[in-house]
């Protein structure tokens, strides 16, 4: 069958796309953990960029192999919802990181007559690396200050590199290698020389080392700790209470085992004498990025630790050793006790109960909310798997979340349904509070006092 002239995509490209992002899409999974070891070695974030263009190599060769403008996009839709449907942990997310990485790639590659030449794939693979930075960072809290947006450009320009090395130039290699092999006979391969690999391998390396050198610098966090909140004594370490003894202990994050050296965060917490009421531990970093604690962990986990590096205006510590990987904080600025940081759920439940957030950690996704105070990144756990831990009974028919105002009503049956409504945690300077919202951002009811299940 004669293939029509134009913006057409033939059986052979649809397989050649599809294909690609199959493989790109399970591929994503151990290119993550590739990166996650990369970083735990160098114990700061940012460093998972170095594999970007690994994410992107798939887009540029669908184009190099079909010829077909629009490749590109066709080929980062269907990849993003292999890693979705694989369990990627950023959701809907990264279908979305996936399809502006193709656009770019298109948006590359356009300018040139030949779409698969080596000039074309290091611009299209460059671009589409650096977009995941910026697309993740509208769903993140922005930087609090003109350092940490210094750090946000760095490492887009680490993930432009590494477009331009892997999409770019190992991109073309391994279209000219599927040439050479006759797998793919097109149009005869162009060589590329020694040299050409020689410079690959030298940007490679002093990428890792000007990236090592300069974020360790950059990213560091402010020299005195304020432990606050809900205690009796507020203070300032290690300007008070430095005669804290250090210990060492074993952690492990995302499957990899490092002993640390620090302050037990519990003793920390345990000398500015905490309120009897006392939940949760907020850690939150200079860059406005917090998470919690729970107090049972604190007070339980001997891995927990403050580890700090320098001295005096360079001194920096990061948490490290909780059970939840989001709980491992660089550059740590301030420790708030909370105290009560539960919500009632009763109604027609066999099992009614409060909602502890710190039982649900392990449930919960991010997405980027605004429940009044400003776009925030917010942790929010399944409201259905709240629901029926708690057992709701035969005749219940709707949900009811009351706040100040009006109360919001919820179908029973929709909220059972899937994970797409939510309770979102909103973390405070000083308190926890709640909300509910679906996974598009939709907030349904902010500062939720109360759930009741009828």
Known sequence: MKERKGFYFSTRDLIIVAALAALGGVAGTYINALGDAFQATLGFAGTTQWAAGLHVLWLTLAVGLTGKQGAGTLTGVLKGVVELLSGNTHGLLVVLVDIVAGILVDVGVLPFRKKDSLPAFCVAGGLASASNIFVFQLFAVLPADTLAYGALLLIAGVALVSGVLFAGLLGVGLLNALRRAGVVKDRAPVPMGGRLYLIFLLVAGLLTVGLTLYLRQALRGPPTIHVGGAVAAPYDYPSEHGDIAQITAQATMRDTTTRYTGVPIRE???????????????????????????MDEVQSNASLLLACQGKGEDASCDVVGAESPK????????????????????????????????????????????????????????????????????????????????????????????????????????????????????????????????
Do not use: C
């Open 268 to 294: 920390l917490i345990a000398r500015a004498q905490p309120q009897e009421s006392a939940s949760l531990v907020l850690v939150r970093a200079v860059d406005g990025y917090a998470f919690f604690i729970s």
């Open 327 to 454: 709980a491992w904080v660089r550059g740590l600025s301030t420790l708030t006790v909370i105290g009560a940081s539960t919500i009632e759920v009763a109604g027609a439940l066999d099992q009614p109960g409060p909602y502890a957030p710190n039982d649900w950690q392990f449930e919960m996704d991010s997405i980027r909310l605004d429940v009044g105070d400003g776009p925030a990144k917010l942790q929010g756990a399944p409201l259905r798997l709240v629901l029926e831990s708690m057992e709701p009974q035969p005749d219940a028919k709707t949900v009811i979340a009351h706040t100040g105002e009006s109360p919001v009503e919820l179908p029973l049956s929709k909220v059972l349904d899937g994970d797409d409504v939510r309770l979102f945690t909103v973390i405070g300077e000083q308190e926890i509070t709640f909300a509910l919202a679906r996974m598009d951002g939709t907030v349904l009811a902010p500062k939720i006092t109360r759930i009741e299940v009828r």
